[in-house]
């Protein structure tokens, strides 16, 4: 804590002339200055050029779904915000009856029991809360393990936190597991957080409920705590159920993990999130929070219990939709040639460039696409080195529009290989 002092200075001289007025500079702290250009800002601009002048761009960049919530959760909302007692600060940690229904979803979903008081708190979105969550725990001279390719506040919010990262190769779970005990064995001071995201984005990664169990025994024998993030628990294709890191045994005791309900709902743009587990870390997090929020909408925490409460059926027919254009999205690019692996859940297809391209860098691969194609893609180099030489796609465009996008990818490429020899011959 730093000391208050109270000065009492002398009276402000104004006989004397202030200098010159320079071009005043803004100094901003180091903090923002260690983080690197966004990434897909080249890609964005573009894609909004493209629109402006009238380009209809297929768009499998961002992960936003374009599908709407149910219209009886809406229709809380109206009513909600109707009410004029809903207008005022809401609680920082969720209303009770939010928590209670997380409980809930839990019990019927994962057989996991919680606490509503001390082990479920709301946060805006889930990002905010993840984020906050790695201030409540990190600080200088701290290390976090990190899967790799990377979504970007898994490595940016421990940067924030001024904590170091050591990143892992995500794509085979066991071999994950053995760098992580690796790492933990090797590296001083050990590794206080392992930070953990199943079915991962961008690779679309799964895992079976055996690596939770293993990731507890970890982190009690070396003793790191866990976040998961849990953004895709609602999609799952194929009869694949991703599982929830809670309920491996004792894993109350090591972590927490972050849902959403920006995916499986359709309720992106409303920031409602949840973490769940260990009682110290979400006291921790609800401290920081409570300095700096003063929590969600009270009329959105009031449809979100509706949502999950009455709409389970809806969250289950949109994993449906989404494993149908995973469908259409694969096959198509199959049948241009592409090596894919169709994903198991999530949002996204993780495609490798095909060899005759790899010359290129992804970014500059994904912004051919753009540019000659109207079609846009993530390109992985968005998400650290080890995504060069895959694109992300995600899968919120309708199926009759990600065929068309295979179409156009499909022309756009036989076009520039074309050019491309022509020009040497
Ligand atoms: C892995 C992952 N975590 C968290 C989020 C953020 O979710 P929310 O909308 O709850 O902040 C996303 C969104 O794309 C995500 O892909």
Sequence with gaps: MSDQINLDGPAIDQS???????PFQIRVANRVDRLPPYMFGRINAMLYQKR???SDVIDMGMGNPSDPPQTDVVEKLTEAAQDERNHGYSKSNGLLNLRREVCNKYQRKYDVELEADHEVIACLGSKEGFSHMCLALMGPGDTA???SPYFPIH??????????????DVFDPEKFLRNVEYTCQTFTPRPKLLIINYPHNPSAATIEPDFFVEVVR???KYGFMVIHDFAYADIG???YQPPSFLSAPGAKDVGVEFTTMSKGYNMAGWRVGFCAGNADMIRALGTIKGYYDYGMFQAVQIAAIVAMRDTEDAVAEQALVYQSRRDALVDGLRRIGWEIDPPKAGMFVWAKVPEQWRHMSTMDFAMMLLEKGDVAVSPGSGFGPAGEGYLRMSLVENEQRLRQAVRQISRCLDKQSALSSSSST
């Design 155 to 168: 490595m940016y919010a421990v940067i924030l936190a001024s904590g170091n990262v050591v990143t892992l």
């Design 237 to 239: 294709f194929d009869g």
């Design 145 to 147: 393990i990190i899967p």
């Design 52 to 54: 402006r002048d009238g």
């Design 218 to 220: 970890l982190a009690k």
């Design 16 to 22: 004397t002339e202030d200098p010159q007025p320079e």
